[in-house]
């Protein structure tokens, strides 16, 4: 069955530290994929997204993705985190023919002043 | 800020009681998805429409349904509420019917069912 890990549930960091959040997904095929922020009492807002190419992906706020195949893995970074960061990522795969993302059960990140 | 429109925003129900969510997808969009967020979990997959036909489904009862209109915006409905129906559910909406696409959430319904 397809399935999406997210290796954190929690990530607990200051203000300017590094940030690398883990995405694997069950098995290959074509895939698309995707992370989304959610900010407290907000909607989905996607992050960044991979389809094809470049397998490193820049996406807002300074946020970035590396798609690994072989891995089956897309880690989500960014050098330096901001207290407005604080919000919870999930990280989603569409398989190619399918209707349906497949989210991962989310990571919650605290960024402290 | 979110071109897709979801109401109402917070809805409380009791069990065994029925409820329609109401979407207004993105400007340009033909494909409307619902998803559900229990606390603590990542959104999952309820179905899709396209074209006012459901074109894939999770899994999820036959008590969920859906509709899809000319001008592109959806209902999901649920019948007999259960007490784990209460959730965050979300639509979101794209161009195109498959995973091959971006998709514009929602802000969301949250549905209380006690």
């Known amino acids: 069955a397809q399935s999406v890990s997210q290796h954190n549930h929690h990530v607990i960091l200051s203000e300017a530290a590094s940030l690398e959040l883990g995405c694997n997904y069950s098995?290959?095929?074509?895939?698309?994929l995707f992370w989304y922020v959610q900010y407290p009492g907000q909607h989905l807002q996607l992050l960044l997204k991979y389809f094809s190419g470049d397998p490193l992906v820049k996406g807002i706020k300074g946020f970035e993705a590396e798609f690994i195949k072989s891995k089956f893995s897309f880690n989500l970074r960014k050098p330096s985190v901001q207290w407005s960061d604080t919000a919870e990522y999930f990280c989603a795969v569409g398989w190619s023919g399918y209707s349906t993302l497949t989210f991962g059960k989310g990571t919650m990140l605290l960024v402290s002043p | 800020e979110t071109g897709v429109t979801q109401s109402p925003t917070h809805l409380i129900k009791t069990r065994g009681q029925q409820v329609t969510l109401r979407c207004s997808s993105q400007?340009?969009?033909?494909?409307v998805s619902w998803y559900q967020q229990a606390l603590g979990q990542g959104p999952q997959f309820i179905f899709q429409y396209y074209r006012e036909e459901e074109n894939g489904r999770g899994n999820f009862p036959p008590r969920f349904s859906g509709l899809q209109f000319p001008n592109y915006s959806s209902e999901l409905n649920v019948n007999a509420l259960e007490l784990d129906d209460s959730a965050l559910y979300l639509c979101?909406?794209?161009?195109?019917?498959?995973?091959?696409?971006?998709?514009?959430f929602g802000s969301g319904t949250r549905l209380t069912v006690v």
């Open positions: 400007s340009g969009h033909n494909t």
């Open positions: 979101a909406s794209s161009h195109g019917q498959g995973a091959d696409y971006g998709y514009t």
């Open positions: 098995y290959g095929g074509t895939v698309n």
